[in-house]
């Protein structure tokens, strides 16, 4: 049997240790090893990969272009019930119609391109590391130190939550900065100057007041995110690890089920597993 997370100071990998994957990285070192995989799939994948991803990432744009164009029929309907002009509010209705009937279809087509890449962006790199790992006789290590723990579990879920999370990512990176195009004209348009009081008695006058106010709203949201991503991101690699944990003495239970019951360990199995379990309900108080 290998060795358990109960048996490694895991109390103390909850409490207080700073796994590797998050120890001394900043945004930009995990960005640089992003495009890395990605090359990596590119090469593996030429014509596909790069074509794929055209597809996804043009999914955003287009999705930005629907949603601002759907608001403005909205904005006609509204218009024309003020101003009681029937005509215009059917017309304004049938193009609102139009393109929800677009968006459904636009959803289907990027959910399809999407889905598509994410398998075989899967399966490039799970490819790699199966060949890695299992490879001649490098996944037998008789020290354990300095491997990479749950090696099973980093191929297995690592690979597919990085294809998920990517794809959920890129295409809604490209749609906000698509949006913020679209809709910083408009707003640009409609926003007045804003006076701001001081405490002197006098009064700022801040041209085009709304979109200032919204841009520094986005920046300030945006730096706190950041922030308490760095706190997220600790306890999540945690999370993993200690999950894996539960998952691995759970599936050696089942394995060795007759020694463990011809030797009476029924006891400390259940022990083992109920620890395990406390892993990772004190690790999720600070989580949530």
Not at 24 to 53: Q, T
Request: glycine share 8%; proline share 4%; hydrophobic share 45%.
């Amino acid at each position: 049997m290998t060795t358990s997370i109960s048996d490694i100071g895991a109390d103390a990998v909850v409490a207080t240790e700073c796994p590797p994957d998050t120890a001394g990285r900043s945004v930009w070192a995990d960005v640089g090893y992003i495009l890395r995989l990605l090359a990596f799939h590119a090469r593996r994948d030429a014509v596909l990969a790069i074509l794929l991803w055209i597809l996804v990432l043009g999914a955003g744009t287009v999705q930005s272009y629907l949603q601002l164009h759907f608001i403005r029929e909205l904005a006609d309907v509204t218009n024309g019930l003020v101003a009681g002009n029937r005509p215009a509010v059917v017309a304004a209705l049938i193009g609102a119609l139009s393109f929800i009937v677009l968006t459904a279809a636009h959803e289907a087509f990027s959910t399809i391109f999407s889905f598509t890449l994410r398998i075989r962006m899967r399966t490039a790199l799970t490819n790699d590391l199966l060949g890695r790992w299992l490879g001649g006789r490098n996944f037998y290590h008789p020290s354990q130190e300095g491997q990479p723990d749950h090696p099973e579990q980093r191929i297995q879920e690592d690979i597919y939550n990085f294809c998920l999370n990517l794809l959920q990512l890129a295409p809604a990176i490209v749609g906000t900065i698509t949006s913020f195009y679209l809709y910083s004209n408009q707003l640009w348009l409609l926003s007045s100057p804003l006076a701001i009081a001081t405490p002197f008695g006098g009064q700022i006058v801040v041209p085009k007041g709304l979109y200032v106010c919204a841009v520094v709203i986005a920046v300030v949201a945006t730096v706190c995110a950041h922030l308490i991503g760095r706190i997220y991101t600790r306890l999540d690699v945690v999370r993993l690890r200690v999950e894996a944990g539960f998952r691995h003495d759970l599936g050696q239970a089942r394995e060795f089920a007759e020694q463990i019951v011809l030797g009476g360990g029924q006891a400390v199995e259940k022990a083992r597993a109920h620890h395990d379990y406390d892993l990772i309900r004190r690790n999720w108080r600070p989580y949530t």
